[in-house]
C-alpha cells in the first residue's frame, strides 16, 4: 500500500509541478520522508526529477533559452556536484532541519510577495544558478529556487518550462552518479526506477495537457500552502531527534 501511494504523490506531483511552474521534487521529496530514510528518499526523488524534466524538454522543447541555460546551468552543475557531495557529511535530521527551513521561507515570501522577482541580469543568472544548484545537491530540491530567479527574464510560460527543466537535467545528471556511488540506493529499490520513469512522462504529458487551463495564481497560492505546512513537520523533527 505505501507503494501504490508513493507513486501516486509521484504521479501528481508531477503534474503540479508543470502547472505551478517550480519543481516536482520540492512537492515528493518531503512526502517521500514519510516513507523512506532521507537519503533513499534523495536519491528515488533525483532520478523521478530526471525522468519529469526529459518527459517536459520532449513536450516543451521548441521553447529553450540557450543563453539562459549557458548562464544559469553551468554554475547550476559544478555547485549541484559540491552539494552531492556535502550530504554524506551532514547529519541526516539537520538536513530535515535545511529542508523544512528553506521550504517554508520560500513558500511564505512568495505568499506574502507574489510578485517577487530579481533583476534579470548575468549576475543574478549566476548567482540563482549557484544557489539552486548548491541545494539541489544538498537537500535534493531547488526548483523553487531556480524558477524564482528565472521568472525575473519574462520567458514565455512554456520557454521558462522548457528552460529550467533542461538545466534540472544538467543538475540531476551531476548528482545522482554521488549519490549512486555513496550507496543511497539499495538494490530493493531498482525495480522503482522504471515505474518511476513511466509515471513521469505520464505525469509530464498530462501537465502539458492542462497548463493552460488552471488558473496559475490560485493553484500556486494552494501549492505553497501545502509546501508550508509540510516543512513545519521537517523542521519539528530536525530540531527533536
Known amino acids: 500500500m505505501e507503494e501504490v501511494l508513493f507513486f501516486i504523490f509521484a504521479f501528481l506531483s508531477t503534474i503540479i509541478g508543470t502547472?505551478?511552474?517550480?519543481?516536482?521534487?520540492?512537492?515528493l521529496l518531503p512526502l517521500s520522508l514519510l516513507f523512506f530514510d532521507f537519503k533513499t528518499a534523495l536519491v528515488l526523488v533525483a532520478f523521478f526529477h530526471l525522468?519529469?524534466?526529459?518527459?517536459?524538454?520532449?513536450?516543451?522543447?521548441?521553447?529553450?533559452?540557450?543563453?539562459?541555460?549557458?548562464?544559469?546551468?553551468?554554475?547550476?552543475?559544478?555547485l549541484a556536484f559540491i552539494g552531492a557531495l556535502l550530504v554524506n557529511y551532514i547529519n541526516?535530521?539537520?538536513?530535515?532541519?535545511?529542508?523544512?527551513?528553506f521550504l517554508l521561507i520560500f513558500s511564505i515570501t512568495s505568499?506574502?510577495?507574489?510578485?517577487?522577482?530579481?533583476?534579470?541580469?548575468?549576475k543574478n543568472a549566476i548567482i540563482g544558478g549557484s544557489l539552486s544548484g548548491f541545494f539541489a545537491g544538498l537537500i535534493g530540491t531547488a526548483g523553487v529556487l531556480r524558477g524564482a530567479f528565472l521568472t525575473s527574464f519574462n520567458l514565455r510560460k512554456k520557454a521558462y518550462i522548457a528552460t529550467a527543466s533542461l538545466i534540472a537535467i544538467g543538475?540531476?545528471?551531476?548528482?545522482?552518479?554521488?549519490?549512486?556511488g555513496s550507496g543511497f540506493l539499495n538494490s530493493n529499490f531498482y525495480y522503482y526506477l522504471p515505474i518511476l520513469?513511466?509515471?513521469?512522462?505520464?505525469?509530464?504529458?498530462?501537465?502539458?495537457?492542462?497548463?493552460?487551463?488552471?488558473?496559475?495564481k490560485n493553484f500556486k497560492k494552494f501549492v505553497l500552502i501545502m509546501i508550508a505546512i509540510i516543512s513545519l513537520k521537517f523542521i519539528y523533527e530536525g530540531l527533536v531527534f
Open 51 to 78: 525522468f519529469g524534466n526529459v518527459g517536459r524538454v520532449v513536450f516543451f522543447r521548441h521553447g529553450l533559452d540557450k543563453r539562459l541555460i549557458l548562464l544559469f546551468g553551468i554554475p547550476s552543475v559544478i
Open 19 to 27: 502547472i505551478a511552474g517550480f519543481g516536482s521534487s520540492t512537492i
Open 111 to 122: 505568499l506574502a510577495k507574489p510578485k517577487i522577482n530579481f533583476k534579470p541580469s548575468k
Open 171 to 180: 543538475i540531476d545528471l551531476t548528482r545522482i552518479p554521488i549519490y549512486v
Open 92 to 101: 541526516q535530521n539537520f538536513l530535515k532541519l535545511i529542508l523544512g527551513i
Open 197 to 216: 520513469f513511466l509515471v513521469a512522462f505520464v505525469g509530464s504529458y498530462t501537465g502539458r495537457k492542462i497548463v493552460d487551463k488552471i488558473p496559475q
